[in-house]
C-alpha cells in the first residue's frame, strides 16, 4: 500500500476511485487498506498545508535549542512530554548535536513566544539552557516549495 | 540559384508541425503533444552541473566523448542488461539518440539500401534513412495486435538490397513493446539474412509490465547491433542533448569518423551531467517512472470512459487511442478537438500512414492537467455527429 500512502501524502482529498485507477486496485481493496492503516495508525490523520503568511495571518515560528539534564529511568521522555503538552508547542523531537531537544514554537507575535521560552519553557526543571531562532523566511516545508511557481516551459507540441 | 538537395527538397515538412503553429498561437490549452517529460532535470543532476561550471574550463571533449561517461555507461548497461561493451571500443557519445541513429545509417549504408522499420514510429526514421541515403522500407503494424510488429512480416519485406532493421520498443507513438520471443524472432531473420539491427531503447526504463528486454543481450543479436539510449526520457533531460550507441567496434569506429569530422564531441555540460545521472540518478528515475505509471493507467481510463478505444500501452509515456468510431480522420479528429475544446492532440498519421485512425496522446502531464484534458475530451465526444453536432472542418486552414 506504499503507492496509495504516497498519493495520500501528497493529497489527503484523493478519493478512493481515483486512488484505485492510478494504482491499479480496486475501489474496495483501496477503501479496506486506508480503513486499515488509519486503524493501526500509519496513517495517523489528514491535513492540510496552508500558507498562512499569503492567506493574511501573521505568525511566529521559533526553533529552540533546548538542552535538558536526562532523569534516571526516564531519560529525555518524561521532559519531552512536559513540553510537547503545551498547545503552542508544534514539534519536539530529540537530536543529536551541541543540544538536547529541537522545539518548534508557534505565537502570533515575537513577545508571546518570547514570553513562553521565557516563562513557561526555561523554568522547567532539569531544561539548563534555550536558545531560540524565530523563522525569518519560509522557502520549503515538508516537501513544498513556498516561493516559486513552476512553469511549464516546454514546447506545446514536439515529437 | 541552383536548387537544392533532391532529397532534401523531396522530404516533406513534418505533419507535427503544422499542429505546432497553430497550437502554439492559442491560450489555455492542454497540451498532450508533448514528446518529452514535464518533470524539471533532477537537482542533484542540474547542481553537479554548475559545479563543473564554476571549476572547470569546459573544453571540447575525446570525441568518443569523456572516458568517465563512457565507462559509466558501459558498467550502466552491463548492470542492467548483462550486456557488455568496451567503454574504448565500442561505446560512443552522441549529441542525442538522434545523431546516433544518423550516425549509424551513414556509416552501414551504401545508396539504394533499405532499411526495414516498424510503423508507425518516431517522425525521423523514415527522413533519416533517406538523408543517409538509404530506402526506407515500412512495415505497418497493427493497432488490434497491439501495434507488435509481426516477425514474419519482416521476412516477407526482406529483399536482396535489405541492410538492416530498425527498431523502437518501447515504441512512441504507440507505446507498445515486444515480447521476448517475438524479438528473438526477429533476431534469427536478422542472422539468417545477415542484417544490421539498430534498436532505439530510448524508453527502455519507462516499462511497466514485466521487463524490458534489450535487444543485444539476445541470442545471436550483439555483434550485429546497434544499441541507442540516451538520457532525455529516462532523467528528464532532453534538453542536455546527450546520448549514446553501443556496438561493434567497426562500426563504432565508423560512426566515430563522421562524428569526429561533423560535431567534434557532445556538448561537454550535458556529458558532466549524465554521468551525474547514471552516478546518482536512479532514485529520481525510480520516482518518475512510477508517477508516469499512475498517470498512463488514470489517463488510458479516461480515454476509454470518454468513448474511446484503447489499447493498454505497456511503455514509454503515450496513449495511442483508435479514433476510428468517430468517423473522423486522425487529422479531423486532432484539429476539431483543437479548435473546439484546445487539448492539443498529434493526428496518428503523422508518423506513417498505419498511424490513421488513431492520435497520440502524451501523458506526461500532470494530474490536474490530464483531468483537464479527460473532461474535455470526453465534452468533445458527447457532441460528435452521433450526437448532432458538427466537428469544425478546419483541414483547409492549415
Known amino acids: ?159 | 540559384m541552383k536548387p537544392l538537395n533532391q532529397t532534401v527538397l523531396a522530404t516533406p515538412q513534418s505533419g507535427i508541425r503544422r499542429f505546432f503553429d497553430i497550437a502554439q498561437q492559442m491560450e489555455d490549452v492542454v497540451s498532450l503533444g508533448v514528446g518529452e517529460p514535464d518533470f524539471v532535470t533532477p537537482w542533484r543532476i542540474r547542481e553537479a552541473v554548475i559545479y563543473a561550471l564554476e571549476n572547470s574550463r569546459m573544453t571540447y571533449t575525446a570525441n568518443a566523448g569523456m572516458i568517465d561517461l563512457r565507462q559509466a555507461v558501459c558498467a550502466h548497461t552491463f548492470g542492467r542488461y548483462g550486456v557488455h561493451y568496451s567503454p574504448e571500443t565500442e561505446c560512443l557519445i552522441t549529441v542525442g539518440v538522434s545523431e546516433a541513429i544518423d550516425l549509424a545509417l551513414r556509416t552501414i549504408l551504401n545508396p539504394g539500401d533499405e532499411v526495414l522499420y516498424v510503423e508507425p514510429c518516431y517522425v525521423s526514421y523514415h527522413p533519416g534513412i533517406g538523408f543517409a541515403g538509404g530506402v526506407p522500407v515500412a512495415i505497418p503494424s497493427r493497432g488490434d495486435e497491439g501495434f507488435s510488429v509481426r516477425p514474419e512480416d519482416i521476412r516477407t519485406a526482406i529483399t536482396r538490397k535489405t541492410k538492416a532493421i530498425l527498431l523502437c520498443y518501447p515504441g512512441n507513438p504507440t507505446g507498445a513493446t515486444l515480447s521476448r520471443e517475438n524479438l528473438q524472432q526477429i533476431v534469427d531473420i536478422a542472422v539468417e539474412h545477415d542484417l544490421y539491427i539498430l534498436s532505439d531503447e530510448i524508453y527502455d526504463r519507462l516499462v511497466y509490465n514485466g521487463e524490458h528486454v534489450c535487444v543485444p543481450s539476445l541470442r545471436g543479436a550483439q555483434e550485429r547491433t546497434i544499441l541507442f539510449n540516451g538520457f532525455s526520457k529516462t532523467y528528464s533531460m532532453t534538453g542536455w542533448r546527450v546520448g549514446y550507441a553501443l556496438g561493434p567496434a567497426d562500426v563504432i569506429a565508423g560512426m566515430l569518423k563522421i562524428h569526429q569530422y561533423s560535431m567534434l564531441s557532445a556538448s561537454s555540460i550535458g556529458q558532466v551531467a549524465a554521468i551525474e545521472a547514471l552516478r546518482h540518478g536512479e532514485a529520481d528515475v525510480r520516482e518518475m517512472i512510477e508517477e508516469y505509471n499512475q498517470r498512463r493507467r488514470y489517463f488510458v481510463n479516461g480515454l476509454r470512459e470518454a468513448g474511446l478505444e484503447c489499447p493498454e500501452p505497456s511503455g514509454a509515456f503515450y496513449a495511442f487511442p483508435s479514433i476510428r468510431n468517430t468517423g473522423l480522420t486522425s487529422e479531423e479528429f486532432a484539429e476539431g478537438l483543437l479548435m473546439s475544446e484546445k487539448v492539443a492532440v498529434i493526428p496518428g498519421n503523422a508518423f506513417g500512414p498505419s498511424g490513421e485512425g488513431h492520435v497520440r496522446c502524451s501523458y506526461a502531464t500532470n494530474f490536474e492537467q490530464l483531468e483537464k484534458a479527460i473532461t474535455r475530451i470526453q465534452r468533445f465526444m458527447n457532441r460528435l455527429p452521433t450526437h448532432n453536432l458538427n466537428i469544425p472542418t478546419l483541414t483547409a486552414k492549415l
Not at chain 1, 501528497?10 to 494504482?23: G, V
Not at chain 1, 496552508?50 to 532523569?71: C, F, H, L, M, N
Not at chain 1, 515538508?142 to 514536439?158: K, N
Request: hydrophobic share 35%; net charge negative.
Open chain 1, 1 to 159: 500500500m506504499r503507492d496509495v500512502l504516497k498519493i495520500l501524502e501528497q493529497n489527503a482529498r484523493a478519493l478512493p476511485e481515483d486512488i484505485a485507477i492510478r494504482t491499479g486496485r480496486t475501489t474496495t481493496e483501496v477503501e479496506d487498506g486506508i480503513l486499515d492503516l488509519e486503524k493501526n495508525g500509519v496513517i495517523r490523520r489528514y491535513k492540510t498545508v496552508i500558507d498562512w503568511e499569503r492567506y493574511g495571518d501573521e505568525k511566529v515560528y521559533a526553533y529552540i535549542d533546548v538542552s535538558v539534564t536526562p532523569q534516571r529511568g526516564a531519560g529525555y521522555d518524561d521532559i519531552a512530554k512536559r513540553i510537547y503538552r503545551y498547545p503552542e508547542v508544534r514539534d519536539v523531537c530529540l537530536v543529536s548535536g551541541g543540544h538536547d531537544l529541537r522545539v518548534v514554537v508557534i505565537g502570533t507575535g515575537i513577545k508571546e513566544v518570547a514570553n513562553f521560552v521565557a516563562e513557561k519553557l526555561a523554568t522547567l526543571e532539569n531544561v539548563t539552557a534555550t536558545n531560540t531562532h524565530f523563522l525569518l523566511k519560509r522557502y520549503k516545508e515538508d516537501g513544498d516549495v513556498f516561493v516559486e511557481t513552476h512553469t511549464d516551459a516546454r514546447l506545446m507540441v514536439s515529437p
